[in-house]
């Protein structure tokens, strides 16, 4: 199975990594529109599996993808085995998770600056991300492996490019965009649900 090999960081100075950014790739902006779904008593996550129907609007077009992340074989990155595919139509597919018996668990917007880059001999996507609900900039850096035993080295690549663009190691976090997104709808909303349209 495909091991998506990622780091994520906050980013302290984003005009310089934007700086960085584009003396190596173009800029590709894009918004996601992600929603997570779940099993109705929460076990799916709970499990460290995800399952999002996500659109990708950009100036070019817009994509609906449908992914599946096994739980973390890394306990540090958090990189996850990744199975995704591109569907026609997202209302059938969310009719379907809905038909195996799965329920939104958070839907949120992600705004997205994608550059795709190359380092030793790796193909890299570096995305720099803001969230409404979540105060502050983030960026996270991927690349795809073939199995575990690649994961390693993999993600040792994926630290040197963030260091060449200035980011710290200490400046690295497994936060979940999920869990921040629920945990500010919950403080700005106390007796209300986060948002599941």
Excluded at 8 to 13: C, E, I, Q, S
Aim: glycine fraction near 4%.
């Amino acid at each position: 199975m495909p091991i998506e090999a990622e780091l994520k960081a906050r980013v302290r100075d984003e005009a310089a990594l934007l700086s960085a950014l584009d003396q190596l790739a173009p800029a590709a902006p894009a918004t996601y529109r992600d929603h997570y779904f779940d099993s109705p008593d929460g076990a799916f996550a709970a499990s460290g599996q995800e399952l999002r129907l996500r659109t990708v609007q950009s100036p070019e077009e817009t994509r609906h993808l449908l992914t599946y992340k096994a739980p973390a074989v890394d306990r540090e990155s958090g990189s996850k085995p990744e199975h995704e595919t591109q569907v026609a139509d997202p209302r059938a597919a969310e009719a379907i998770l809905r038909g195996l018996g799965y329920r939104t668990q958070i839907a949120f917007t992600k705004h997205c600056r994608n550059y795709r880059l190359r380092s030793e001999g790796r193909d890299m996507l570096a995305t720099v991300v803001t969230v409404p609900e979540i105060d502050g900039t983030f960026i996270e850096l991927e690349t795809i492996v073939p199995s575990e035993a690649d994961l390693t080295p993999a993600l040792k690549t994926v630290r040197a490019v963030l260091r060449d663009l200035g980011i710290a190691e200490q400046d690295l976090t497994d936060e979940l965009y999920t869990a921040a997104v629920a945990a500010a709808t919950a403080s700005h909303d106390p007796g209300d649900r986060p948002a599941t349209t």
